[in-house]
């Protein structure tokens, strides 16, 4: 009885505690963890059972069954109780096993006809486990009989929690047979794995047995004891070496990077823990490569190198599969279908072999993902790659930060992988624009040298083709590398996970210069916002818990000495393809309210000298100037050009790259049919660029072109001819190749002044329609040409050569459709086919073409113009077919519109003249 009260003795078992946490993490509920282990005993669990049965219906009364399962449980009693009396632990232990029980059946007895087969479940469990019993207090107790007991234990009550979640994610399990299968599955491996258990329990136990008696079977414990050294000797000795890929020939520079891991990480004789080191940052920059050359170069340091998938659980459990089949810790087929089981043996060998090893997670951006597979007290090298900085502090205790190549190292990777000379300055010129471009992410100058060799493309002629194509380019993959994401995918799993004002903050840094983005910016400026949408900015913790979890996915960086933020251009590609189009043009209005905060009005009010706004108009220029480049590049509208252009104005000091962006506010107002509005940035764009530049500049052609382009839509035609004649004038002298457009707009300008006939011969002047046909037009897949294809259909329409018009126009049309779909050029060409039918007195197909023209024009912010247009047309084919209540509702619909959009003109005749000038005379 002394023993017996020794051992009763006995404190908390760490094993024990790493029981309980096991316990915790298959669980998922902390709340059903407090309710576990509030409960008693199998006598309470047996009241409880009697307490439910009368309120279900009678046919599923099964919990009369307890009466039969109860015995059974007797097992699961003495052997928590076994548990309980040799490591010294309280009541909570045994409330697990019974508390669970009843949170189970509870559960189950509301989930479908699940019950009886959970009590077969725990029928079948408690058989399984080792028959000890209470009185067999004479055992001695050792760590390898501790170990195994704790391991059926943790078994046990792991699967327990698992039953518990899954019913509460699955309270039908049987409508989803597909889950109860898995689960059935489940239980059926946890039996296996009790078995195996148990009967390592059964040999501990009488080695324990023998070693009471040790003088009696010595020679058979020298034995034993002699087939576990060599055992071990075996599995020491042999190398083990588990990585996906060898050395990389194209691995190029992370010296450093290198040699922090190697620091971190080299074995320790005097090592009584484990190493952790981290290397995080974000996606596509490099991390798994730096992993894969430390463990292919330092192999020889280790005797087990061990590579572990860890972006998910499911491909985690696949490593632990493959890893244990290599270490030989897996002997059935069934086994190798286990997963839990594979993790838990590789577990228990790192924790126990005396084997130097490195054990890497590659991708391991999930911490709770993390926790379930992380060795804990062995003794060994752990190397996680992720995109979250936490680990570098937990569990890892240190990490280093991967970030992207500069120019100079990034230039030299991209001229090695497409094989040209590192020394030679235009080469490095030119491939130090390239990587400048793509920000020195190392998977994109991998992605893109692979595509410049496959295609033997110039460096001097990759940039304008990522400039046309970077969606399609950005989508590819290239035989350099193996790594399974492209610039596309890459950042796509943590954008997917984004929500709330995370996701609002990215959407927004995505239209600012991205190198440095002061926060200060962000703040002050949200006073200026009238949308409740961003109310999270002016406030600085629900700003900073936005950030926190862009920081904790690599999506933005911050320096904390100058509270800025940073984003990788190439995130923001990703996230602005992610945007529809009123999403692009949300938060484009909302970056340029944001971005008047640095400058003052100067030209609504005199506010003296500005020398106080200069370091607010500092911060914020580079930003207003590559807000203009985005909404260049994304063809975005702002919904309110008027706010854009005033932001341009108010930082357009004699800045040739806000002439270009005011240039471009210019053309939206046309687009929006405001050409009087348009005027004025264009007559500022060449006004300053005429200050700037020699007088036969490209740049001084195309403002004098754009001035008679609005010139044209007001309907001044004398200065729109004057303004055309001089732009030719200076692109025929510099023999430039936009000769064509201003050709194209001086035929449209003839047109307009009734000279059908000049229009044609102007039109066929443009050097790449001069032996065009319909297919012409077409075969270019340039949208501007499907415009010189309406202008010619216009042209034909006027000279009477109606069929030859519709031709033009029907396959314009469909040009149109295809390619940009339902916008406000399709709607053009809509009303134009419309129109000609008309004329051919088919009224019936053009009913249905003006039907969807409403349609789409409904749909668009910008459409307004069009809708009224169509709507007067519908209610004259309506008219003349009789329709009178149709064609009133139409005339009062076209009205509405019409007196919102001109005011001035609510009073002006029913006629299609004036419904035209609600569009533009010509969409490009």
């Known amino acids: 009885m002394s023993q017996s009260g020794s051992k009763n003795q006995r404190t908390s078992s760490p094993l024990w505690e790493k029981a309980l946490e096991r316990y915790r993490e298959e669980l998922q509920e902390n709340d059903d963890y407090q309710d576990v282990i509030g409960f008693g005993s199998l006598d309470d669990l047996m009241n409880q059972a009697k307490t439910i049965e009368p309120l279900l ?33 309280d009541a909570k232990l045994t409330a697990l096993v019974w508390g669970s029980i009843r949170l189970m059946l509870t559960l189950a007895s509301s989930a479908g006809d699940t019950l009886q087969n959970i009590l077969d479940m725990l029928e079948e469990l408690s058989l399984t486990l080792p028959r000890f019993k209470i009185y067999e207090n004479t055992l001695p107790m050792n760590r390898e009989l501790e170990a195994a007991l704790i391991d059926v234990y943790t078994e046990v009550i792991c699967f327990y929690a698992r039953a518990i979640h899954f019913f509460r994610t699955h309270p039908h399990a049987l409508l989803r047979r ?34 009471i008696d040790e003088v009696k079977y010595k020679e058979v414990l020298d034995i034993m004891e002699s087939l576990k050294d060599s055992k071990l000797h075996d599995e020491e000795t042999r190398k083990v070496y588990v990585i996906p890929s060898g050395l990389n020939p194209r691995f190029w520079g992370r010296a450093m990077a290198l040699k922090e ?8 004789e005097e090592s009584d823990g484990l190493q952790a080191f981290a290397l995080y940052g974000m996606g596509g920059v490099g991390k798994t490569q730096i992993a894969l050359q430390f463990a292919n170069k330092h192999r020889g340091l280790y005797d087990t190198v061990l590579w572990i998938s860890a972006d998910t659980s499911i491909s985690m459990g696949q490593s632990f599969r493959d890893i244990a089949q290599h270490l030989s810790l897996i002997k059935t087929e069934e086994e190798k279908q286990d997963a839990v089981a594979a993790t838990m043996k590789v577990k228990t060998w790192l924790r126990e072999t005396r084997s130097t090893w490195l054990l890497i997670f590659d991708n391991a951006d999930d911490l709770e993902i993390l926790r379930q597979a992380w060795p804990g007290d062995s003794r060994g090298s752990v190397l996680i790659t992720t995109r979250d900085f936490d680990p570098a502090r937990n569990p890892a205790p240190a990490g280093f930060h991967v970030q992207t190549f500069d120019d100079d190292t990034g230039s030299k990777m991209l001229l090695s992988l497409v094989g040209l000379e590192v020394s030679v300055p235009s080469n490095q010129e030119k491939a130090k624009a390239i990587t400048n471009t793509l920000g020195g992410l190392p998977l994109a100058l991998s992605q893109i040298g692979g595509f410049i060799s496959q295609r ?63 926060e200060m910016i962000l703040i002050k400026s949200s006073k200026l916002l009238n949308n409740g949408e961003f109310v999270f900015l002016d406030d600085e913790m629900d700003l900073g818990d936005a950030e926190e979890v862009l920081l904790h996915a690599a999506l933005i960086n911050k320096n904390m000495e100058d509270a800025t933020l940073s984003v990788h251009r190439l995130v923001q590609a990703s996230v602005l393809r992610r945007l529809d189009e009123d999403q692009r043009s949300k938060y484009c209005d909302t ?25 607010k108009c500092d911060k914020c220029l580079p930003h207003v100037n590559y807000l203009a480049k985005q909404i260049t590049r994304y063809k975005i509208s702002p919904n309110n050009p008027q706010q854009y252009g005033e932001l341009l104005l108010r930082c357009s000091w004699s800045n040739l790259a806000f002439a270009s962006a005011i240039d471009l506010s210019g053309l939206i107002d046309l687009d929006m049919n405001k050409p009087e509005k348009a005027l004025m940035p264009f007559k500022t764009a060449f006004d300053i660029r005429q200050k700037l530049l020699s007088p036969d500049d490209p740049l001084i052609a195309s403002s004098i072109n754009n001035i008679a382009i609005a010139y044209t839509e007001v309907g001044n035609l004398d200065k729109a001819y004057a303004n055309h004649e001089k732009a030719i004038e200076i692109r025929l002298r510099t023999q430039s190749g936009r000769i064509g457009n201003s050709y194209s707009n001086m035929s449209s300008l003839l047109l307009r002044m009734g000279k059908p006939n000049e229009a ?13 046909t319909d297919d012409t037009f077409l075969q270019t897949g340039n949208p501007r040409f499907s415009g010189d294809m309406v202008l010619l259909s216009r042209i034909r329409a006027r000279q009477g050569l109606l069929d030859d018009a519709m031709r033009l126009a029907s396959k314009a049309l469909t040009f149109r459709q295809t390619l940009l779909g339902n916008k406000l050029k399709t709607c053009d060409s809509f009303y134009d086919v419309a129109g000609l039918l008309c004329k051919q007195g088919k009224y019936a197909s053009a009913l249905a073409l003006l039907l969807q023209l409403i349609a789409i024009s409904e749909s668009l912010k910008e459409g307004e113009g069009q809708l009224a247009r169509a709507n007067y047309k519908l209610a004259v084919v309506y008219k003349d077919k009789g329709m009178e209540l149709e064609s009133k509702a139409c005339k009062d619909r076209a009205m509405e519109v019409r007196a919102k959009l001109r005011p001035e003109a609510a009073a002006a005749p029913f006629e299609e003249d004036e419904f035209m000038k609600l569009c533009p005379w010509m969409l490009w």
Not at 58 to 86: C, Q, T
Not at 760 to 772: R, T, Y
């Open 57 to 89: 219906p009678p046919e599923r009364r099964s919990l009369s069954s307890m009466n039969r399962v109860g015995p059974k449980l007797k097992f699961v009693d003495h052997f928590a109780a076994l548990i309980a009396l040799y490591f010294g632990a």
């Open 456 to 518: 033997k493309l110039p460096l001097q002629d990759f940039l304008p083709l990522y400039e046309r194509n970077s969606a399609k380019i950005d989508s590819r993959k290239t035989g350099i590398t193996d790594y399974e994401h492209t610039l596309s995918t890459v950042w796509e799993m943590s954008l997917s996970k984004l929500s709330g004002d995370s996701l609002k903050l990215l959407n927004l840094l995505a239209f600012f210069e991205p190198d440095c983005i002061p």
């Open 261 to 268: 891991v190697g620091d971190a990480l080299y074995p320790k």
């Open 178 to 211: 597909g889950a109860w299968e898995e689960f059935h599955k489940d239980f059926a491996r946890t039996v296996q794995r009790i078995k195996r258990m148990s009967s390592t329990v059964e040999k501990e136990a009488d080695l324990a047995r023998m070693k």
């Open 760 to 772: 044609e011969e102007m039109l066929k002047k443009c050097p790449s329609l001069k032996d065009f």
């Open 591 to 615: 970056t340029v309210q944001m971005l008047n905060w640095g400058f003052p009005d100067t030209w609504s009010q005199d506010i003296g000298h500005q020398f106080q706004a200069w370091t």
